[in-house]
Each structure stands twice: as C-alpha cells, then as structure tokens.
C-alpha cells in the first residue's frame, strides 16, 4: 500500500463530524477503494476549545487546529466544510497553489466566485469536486457534467433545498407557522448557519447557478438568478393550493429559452404551485429532488436527502475517494466546461402559468372588467373559480383565476392593472404554476 495520503478537514460542524467520524470508522475499506490509506492530518474548527458532542474524548480531539492555513500547507487533500466566503476561498486557493485536490460542499462561494477556483484548480492540475453543494447526498453534479455531457440539457426543474422543503411541508401537513418549522429544521441539521439563506432562496439559487453551469455549459452566478423565497408564503395559500389539487414547492429552475431571437437560458427560483400528481410534489420533508429534461434522455428525476450531516458526508466522501484515487493513479477527473457561454435572459422574460387570487366586489359585470384587464395584457385565461365561501355577506368574491402560459412581464403588468382596478378590493396572491 503507498504512503497514506494527507487529509486537511476545514470545519467540525454538522457536515464535518459525519466526514471525520466515517473516515476513522471506514478507514480500512476506504483505504482499499483508494489503493491508498486517508489519514486526517487535522481538523480546523473557530474554537478548538468547545466541547463537541462525538469529537470531544475521541481520537479526533487532538486533531482540532485554528490554523487552518497552516493545516492547508501540509495537504495532499483539503475537505472544506466550514461554508461561508472568507476564509473558505482564500484556504481553497492557498491549497490549489500548494498542489492539494479540494473537496467543497461550499455552494455559495461556488456560485459566487466559482469561476476563479476552477481556473486555480486547471492551472495547478488538481481536482476540485463539489457534490454535496447541489442537493446534499443526491449524485447530481457528476450526471450533468459527465452522464449527460453527450446529450442536450433542456431543462432543469428541482427542490434543491432541504430547510424549506421541510417547512412548507410541515405547514401544509401540520399547519405549523413558518418561524416554528425553521427552529425544527435547524435542529435537525438541515438549515444554514444563517437559515435567511435557506427561506429567503439564496441557498437554492446558489444551488441553481451551479446547476445550470454544469447543464448548459455556460457560466451562471448567483447574481444572474431570478429569486424569491417562500417568506411570503401564507397558511392561506398552502391550504388553497392543496384545495386547487397542488403542493407549494420552493424550485429551482433552469431552462433554454429564446428571447427576441436571441437563445439563451433562464435561471429563477421562486415557490410555485405543483400538480398533487407530478413526481416534484410528493417530495416530503427535508428531501430534495432534480427531474432533468434532456433531448435524448427524455425525463429523469434524482432523489434522495438533500440536507443533513450523514446524507452530506456520503457525497464529500464520494468526492473524496475519486480526488485521492486520481492522486494515487495520476491525473485528474472530468471539469465542468464554459464553452457554450449562452447568455443569462432576463426573468421578465420567463414563461410560465400563474395563478392569481383576488377579492372583487360581488356585483355584475366585474368578471367582464377583471377579463379585459388580462385581454388587454395579452394574458389568457385558462380557468375561473368564484369560491363558495366568499363573502356574499360582506359583498366580496374571492375569485381564482388560471392563466395559461403568459410572459413574467405581462403578468406583472397585468396585477399592476387590476391592483388600480375600483372592483379590485385586494390582490391576494399570484403565485407560478410549474411542472403542469
Ligand atoms: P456548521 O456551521 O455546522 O459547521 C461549520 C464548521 O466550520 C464549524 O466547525 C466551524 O467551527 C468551522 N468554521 C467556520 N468558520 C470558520 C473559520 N473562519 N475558521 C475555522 N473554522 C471555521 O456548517 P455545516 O456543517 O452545516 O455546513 C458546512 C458546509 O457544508 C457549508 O458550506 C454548507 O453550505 C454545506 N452544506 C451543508 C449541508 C447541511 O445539511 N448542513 C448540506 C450540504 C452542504 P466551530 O465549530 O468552532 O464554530
Ligand atoms: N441548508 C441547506 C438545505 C443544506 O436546507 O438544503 C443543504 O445544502
């Protein structure tokens, strides 16, 4: 057996424990997958001090270091699993130049500034893999960059977050309110140290660019994604959506479109309403799921944990196994590639049906205006639904409108016009209809 190869563990938190403890547990099987053993040199933590619930007592204690560049120099792998962007990029690059392969599950710094340690990892010629930052332990990333790199990447349509998936699960199953549901899923390990990441979208759409790099060959950062996250998602409309026949989903979504005959891709994240029988909406819990459309392969849906210590550590370790491996035989694995450089549409531009509540007066001839208004918007109607349970009382129907596919933009304009609307009492909700 060669010599064994040094591992650099940055971070000790919830990923971090679970890589720690299944390198130690499984070091003799790993080191046969290898063709060499995988020992940690040491594990860079803010507070080496701090008791740590299964490090504390072990053989790993002695190991925790607030060096981490220190730890970085000595490397042959660096596993980074601290998150954030400093000094998460700086240790990154420091490790690339000194000749180490990096394992990362750091999506943010990944969709903001991947590019510059791509280009660091070919220049030096070592691996940076990243498949636990898309979709915890779900094998995304490799398909799209390498299954499907002989075929054409239609569309990707996901729930690539875990915390809201959780939450708006518990909401419609349980009722639960949505700050109760984030406390749960941040015990349980699925959420950001900041969970604002995980509700408000960034974490998807930072998932998002990653994947819609891999799937069109063309560079997307987080800034090109259109985002919105589930905080305006009321009790109301899950319960209405699930009336409607369909579940509120937080997805991520990147597309081919063609916009003023310029071809080009999409990336927008946003809650939408899901058909109760599309594969998307029977995703519970804290589970993610990517259903991919491609031109040859037709549909294909992964899934599985998306969040979680133990489900995150099986995809690092998978990364993990194939840098050494490459660092054993010589060489180094696939990259993901740039070539294509499709350019990044604007989201007014995305297409898609909605569904628009509104409380209007209950008199004649306010259908007929609330009509004209999305005539004049060039949006069709699909379907109109008056509920029984509005107010004939108080004079108010609460009406439910369904449009079929119509542009972002008219749509905006179009709730702009009937907002101004005298019969308009309120415009309830607009949310997306997706996977329909
Ligand atoms: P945690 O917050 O649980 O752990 C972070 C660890 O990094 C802690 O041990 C912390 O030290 C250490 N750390 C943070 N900043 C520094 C620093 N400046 N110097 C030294 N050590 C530092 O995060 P997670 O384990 O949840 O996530 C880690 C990464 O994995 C993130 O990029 C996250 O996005 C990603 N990820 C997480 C998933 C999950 O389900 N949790 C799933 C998929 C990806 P200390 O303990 O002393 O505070
Ligand atoms: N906070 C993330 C989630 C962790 O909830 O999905 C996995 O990336």
């Not at 979680?308 to 995809?315: R, Y």
Request: charged share 20%.
């Amino acid at each position: 057996m060669p010599a064994p190869l040094k591992v650099a563990l940055l971070g000790c938190g919830v990923v971090g424990t679970e890589v720690a403890h299944r390198l130690v547990t499984h070091a003799d099987e790993l080191a046969a997958r290898v063709g060499a053993p995988l020992e940690i040199v040491g594990i860079a933590v803010r507070d080496a001090a701090s008791p740590r619930e299964g490090v504390t007592g072990t053989s790993l204690e002695p190991l925790l270091t607030t060096d981490a560049s220190a730890l970085v120099r000595g490397a042959d792998v660096v596993v980074e699993v601290m998150g954030g962007i400093e000094p998460a990029r700086t240790l990154i690059l420091q490790a690339i130049e000194a000749g180490a392969s990096v394992v990362t599950a750091n999506k943010a710094l990944l969709a903001s500034d991947g590019p510059t340690l791509y280009k660091a990892a070919d220049a030096a010629g070592v691996d940076l893999y990243f498949e636990a930052a898309v979709a915890g332990a779900i094998p995304i990333v490799r398909p799209v960059r390498e299954s499907l790199a002989g075929d054409q990447v239609q569309r990707v349509l996901g729930i690539v977050n875990g915390t809201t998936n959780y939450v708006l699960d518990r909401m419609a199953t349980d009722g639960l309110e949505l700050e109760q549901a984030v406390k749960e899923a941040q015990a349980l390990g699925y959420a950001e140290a900041d969970p604002t990441a995980d509700v408000e979208g960034y974490d998807a759409a930072a998932k998002a660019a990653i994947l819609a790099s891999l799937a069109f060959h063309t560079r997307v950062s987080l800034d090109d994604v259109a985002r919105e996250g589930i905080t305006g998602v009321t009790a109301a409309d899950v319960a209405w959506a699930q009336r409607t026949g369909h579940a509120i989903k937080l997805l991520a979504i990147a597309e081919r479109n063609v916009r003023d005959d310029v071809a080009g891709i999409q990336v927008r994240v946003h809650p939408a309403l899901v058909p109760l029988e599309h594969p998307l909406a029977g995703v519970r819990g804290a589970f993610n799921a990517v259903f991919v459309e491609a031109e040859a392969a037709g549909e294909l849906m992964f899934y599985g944990r998306g969040a979680g210590g133990a489900p995150t550590s099986s995809a690092v370790l998978g990364d993990l196994v194939s840098v050494a491996r490459h660092r054993v035989l010589g060489g180094r694995g696939p990259v993901e590639s740039s070539y294509a450089d499709l350019p990044v549409l604007p989201a007014e531009a995305a297409c898609t049906r909605f569904q628009v509540r509104l409380d209007v007066d209950d008199r004649p001839g306010v259908l007929a205006q609330v009509a004209h208004v999305l005539a004049e918007h060039d949006v069709s109607i699909e379907a109109v639904r008056q509920s029984a349970d509005a107010g004939a009382a108080t004079g108010v129907a609460r009406l439910l409108i369904t449009t079929h596919t119509a542009r972002e933009s008219a749509l905006a304009a179009t709730v702009a016009a009937l907002t101004d609307l005298d019969v308009v009492r309120d415009v309830v909700s607009v949310l997306r209809v997706e996977g329909a």
